[in-house]
């Protein structure tokens, strides 16, 4: 076995293992996942909310997913810092679904064979070691050699805990699970919805796994949240769901079924999160508060990306290490976006509960989250209706939240292109917006500081080089927004005195844009320096 060379070896059979997996031996690559031989327990649910249906498309995974008859995800009932119940149910097309772990994992694992891939059930990793060519992997009953390494273990971390991992400090969690049941002669309340309510010192939230059975877990901290040890992990789940009094009169015509069991769910991220010949996926890499119902799509969207590095890497090795440095930044970038917007959340919790449990995740959100945060506080500010529009923020259960797009969708091409958006709603591009909007004609020249960099993005099924422009107000650089090519329209846009004759010259060079589109990336452009307008720029 230790003969054997794969082109990519991946380790850990959850969502995000064989999602990449699936997604690498499709393009042709010899593709193994080691995973443990026994099933997850049922016990452990998860919540996929219905914007994920476009990644498990993209891993071929949704014709698998739809066939299984899982629990629809038809909305959610909400407890908040005090507040009265909200109500939110989904229409058909926005459903996701209700799994419990081992349903889920099984899907995975059928669409991993189906593209091909050798699926080895005799885990755990026992010693992985690079080598000059790749990696050597063992396992109890023998060892293999790869190309590549996908670490997408989960908390396990097989290599991720070797100097990768980084924990937030200041705050632990610890997740109280049980597996409730519908007394028989009576109706199973709010079939197909999240139940969640904060209290005190901790929250709970609740969901179906099957038409008469719900997980239902208490997130406590340790140290911070008052624990009744004494009584044992039932006697606690019991204690802490009796805390969150509406959520609990919800289920009260039922029965734990089975014992309560207790598993880590503190917050972490990397110090980085892959480097030419190995990736950390998924929870591998980082993992965020359950609150956002947002874990297996995180999951997928993070093995989308990795398998088109490590294609990227297997079929030009000279792009391997800009692939990864754009993975890295990716992964990053959807850890601090999630800290940020948990941060509204955490300060009604705070402020209605008056605990240090709120109190310390505000601060390390807010912490966290800090860059993030940033951005989004330059990209939100006024109102700017006129070119802005929603951006999609995870999926909270919560409420809604204004704020970039926390993950690599399907599409997107770089990160510099996400940020580019936020971009777009800034006072610099909405004044630049208003000014042309209101001038009989325009007469635009290229800007004084314009300047033009590569920079790794996803084209295709590859990661390629691509010249995005840069300047002094937007150093990091954008190509397109709204898949609006900045560069054409760069191109196009002096020769014209009238934007409806610069609109109709961009549409014949190429792809056609919207007009709302194309009209921000006008002002944009004008905004970010790299256009000026004859007389003075806007924003001057």
Known sequence: ????????????????????????AGRGHDVALITRPAPPAKWLA???????????????????????????????????????????????????????????????????????????????????????????????????????VLDASGRAGVLARRGFRIRERGIATLALIGRWTADPDRPAPDPGCTLIESYRDGWAWSVPTAARTRCVTAMVDPRRTHLSRELGLEGMWRTELAKAARLAERLGAGRLAGPVRACPASLYGATSHGRPGLLLVGDAGSFIDPLSSYGVKKAL??????????????????????????????????????????????????????????????????KAGAEAAETESAASDGEGAGITRAIDAPDVPVGATPGAAAVAEPGDRSLADARTEAFVGSPVVRAAYETIRTLPSVRLRR?????????????????????????????????????????????????????PDIYEAYNRQGAPAPLPDFLAALALTVGAGFLELAGGAAGD
Request: contains cysteine.
């Open 46 to 148: 998860e919540s996929i909310p219905g914007s994920a249906r476009k990644l498990f498309e993209r891993v071929g995974a949704l014709a698998a997913l739809d066939a299984a008859g899982l629990v629809p995800n038809e909305g959610n009932t909400v407890w908040w810092a005090g507040m009265s119940g909200r109500d939110e149910r989904f229409g058909t097309q926005e459903r996701g679904v209700h799994a419990d772990r081992a349903a889920l994992e099984a899907i995975f694992h059928g669409v991993a064979r189906e593209a091909g891939v050798r699926v080895r059930t005799d885990g755990p990793v026992i010693e992985a070691a690079a080598e000059p060519d790749g990696w050597r992997v063992a396992t109890a009953s023998g060892s293999c050699r790869a190309r590549w």
């Open 447 to 499: 800007g004084a500081t314009l300047g033009s960099v590569e920079r790794p993005a996803v084209v295709d099924d590859r990661i390629a080089l691509e010249p995005h422009l840069v300047s002094e107000r937007l150093p990091g650089g954008a190509r397109y927004v709204r898949n609006v090519d900045l560069r054409r329209l760069l191109e196009v846009a002096p020769a014209f005195g009238q934007v």
């Open 301 to 366: 969207a993070s093995a989308w990306l990795a398998a088109i590095v490590t294609h990227t890497a297997l079929e030009d090795e000279a792009m391997a290490g800009p692939a990864c440095d754009l993975y890295d930044d990716r992964e990053r970038e959807v850890y601090r976006t999630y800290r940020a917007l948990s941060v509204p959340f955490f300060e009604q919790a705070a402020a209605a509960h008056d605990h240090s449990f709120w109190a310390s995740r505000l601060a390390a959100a807010r």
């Open 1 to 24: 076995m230790a003969g054997t060379p794969y082109d990519v070896l991946v380790v850990g059979g959850g969502p995000a293992g064989c999602a990449a997996a699936a997604s690498l």
